[in-house]
């Protein structure tokens, strides 16, 4: 008789996933809703105003992401945030951006693991 | 212990030491800003940076972001777009003289690009072309 393996209860775990996944989705747009708010509440505190412009080209766009993927951009785009971000030939670099937002996006990852350990499943340490 | 600024001093010190990158930007390598006058140079800047917990609360492995960017006055961007492939030739997968820092490097590589003109008058303008490179150290 040859070796087998039986496995069983494949259509209940795929059911539990199928189940799982909207819920995650859900709570995964708070999550990163939140921490994008932040990130983007944070950058207009913190960028100078002189005429308004660099506050005002901070903005928030939600995406629809593929499958249940979360997406959220935030964007500075005035016409002189690289200026005041890599600097210019008489101004420093003030590097503004790209700390705040990858702070809120490593906050953010984390919150959505313990949601995930909440509902019980299990999340390796994740990369950076 | 780790000493960041040796670190900053150590990824000035591998670009200042290189002779095809001070041939292409004959001003300098500086941290910042350039002395008034400068017309070619490199431009050293810390964009982030962040510990790692990895044993006991205590942290193991530090991540510098720099960025490192070639400027140089004029319309032509002939002599960023040379000088920024030496830099990258110098810091990705490079090494570095860590010996005062107080650490080993884990990892210098290339993380993505910085390019922009800068009208300062109508007559000045300004190339600036270089990337944000990340340097991974760990205690010795």
Redesign the interface.
């Known amino acids: 008789m040859p070796n087998q393996l039986k496995l069983t209860g494949f259509e209940e775990l795929k059911r539990e996933f199928a189940r799982l996944a909207p819920v995650a989705q859900s709570a995964a747009v708070s999550i990163v809703g939140r921490h994008a708010t932040a990130a983007r509440d944070e950058l207009v505190r913190t960028y100078p105003s002189i005429t308004g412009a660099l506050r005002a080209g901070v903005v928030l766009i939600p995406r629809v992401g593929r499958g249940i993927a979360v997406v959220v951009t935030l964007r500075s785009g005035s016409d002189h945030a690289?200026?005041y971000e890599?600097?210019?030939?008489?101004?420093?670099?003030h590097?503004t951006f790209?700390?705040i937002t990858?702070r809120e996006r490593r906050a953010a990852t984390l919150d959505v693991i313990d949601y995930i350990r909440e509902q019980g499943l299990t999340v390796d340490r994740p990369h950076? | 212990m780790i000493d960041p600024n040796e670190v900053d001093r150590a990824v000035i010190g591998a670009l200042a030491a290189d002779a095809t990158l001070a041939g292409l930007l004959p001003g300098g390598v500086f941290w910042d800003l350039a002395p008034v006058g400068s017309t070619a140079f490199v431009i050293v800047s810390l964009s982030t940076s962040r510990g790692y917990d990895e044993l006991a609360g205590g942290i193991t492995s530090r991540t510098f972001v720099y960025l490192v960017k070639a400027v140089a006055k004029g319309t032509s961007s002939a002599p960023t777009a040379a000088a920024d492939a030496r830099i990258q030739a110098i810091l990705d997968r490079g090494t570095l003289d860590l010996a005062a820092a107080g650490c080993s490097l884990m990892i210098a590589r290339w993380i993505d690009r910085v390019r922009y003109t800068e009208n300062v008058t109508a007559s000045e303008i300004w190339q600036h072309r270089g990337g944000r490179y990340e340097v991974t150290v760990t205690p010795v």
């Open positions: 690289h200026f890599f600097g210019t030939v008489h101004a420093r670099p590097a790209i700390p990858g950076d």
